[in-house]
């Protein structure tokens, strides 16, 4: 969590899934 590009792709959809952070962020979140 430490690149900027991980917190920035992540702040959105970590608020509705923190699951999300310890996943890659080329998983798109699905409704």
């Known amino acids: ?3 900027p ?3 920035t792709l992540t702040t959105v ?3 509705d899934r923190p ?3 310890a996943e890659p962020v ?3 979140p699905s409704p």
Do not use: Y
């Open 19 to 21: 699951d999300l952070l």
């Open 5 to 7: 590009v991980l917190g």
């Open 26 to 28: 080329a998983v798109p």
């Open 13 to 15: 959809p970590a608020l």
């Open 1 to 3: 969590m430490n690149p």
